[in-house]
């Protein structure tokens, strides 16, 4: 998605299924949009065990893209997703 991240998140649909990159370009997360505000997007976070949501705050998105669904996509996103989070585990 093309422009400035304030028209990237004007443009979301609830629903959609986004890649959004953070500025620290090691911090992306895939997800469902849950709400969309100009300051904030809120996402369900794919790969997650629990029904949990998370908030990204405007300024440190890089971009949003749309992002594929597919089963093997899906396992691929869970997978990253899980390896980072035991990864900032080890950290704390």
Same mark, same amino acid.
């Given at each position: 998605?093309?422009?400035?991240v304030a028209g990237q998140l004007a443009r *979301?649909? !609830?629903?959609?299924?986004?890649?959004?990159?953070?500025?620290?370009?090691?911090?992306?997360? &895939?997800?469902? /949009?849950?709400?969309?505000?100009? $300051?904030? !997007?809120? !996402?369900?976070? !794919?790969?997650? *065990?629990?029904?949990? @949501?998370?908030?990204?705050?405007?300024? /440190? %998105? #890089?971009?949003?893209?749309p992002a594929p669904l597919d089963e093997r996509? &899906?396992?691929? %996103?869970? @997978?990253?997703?899980?390896?980072?989070?035991? #990864?900032? $585990?080890?950290?704390?």
């Open positions: 998605m093309p422009g400035t *979301l649909q !609830l629903g959609a299924v986004v890649r959004v990159v953070a500025r620290d370009p090691a911090r992306e997360v &895939f997800g469902r /949009v849950l709400e969309v505000q100009s $300051h904030a !997007l809120t !996402l369900r976070p !794919l790969g997650w *065990l629990r029904d949990e @949501s998370l908030t990204v705050l405007a300024d /440190v %998105i #890089e971009r949003v893209e996509a &899906f396992r691929m %996103i869970a @997978s990253r997703q899980q390896a980072a989070r035991k #990864e900032e $585990h080890r950290g704390t």
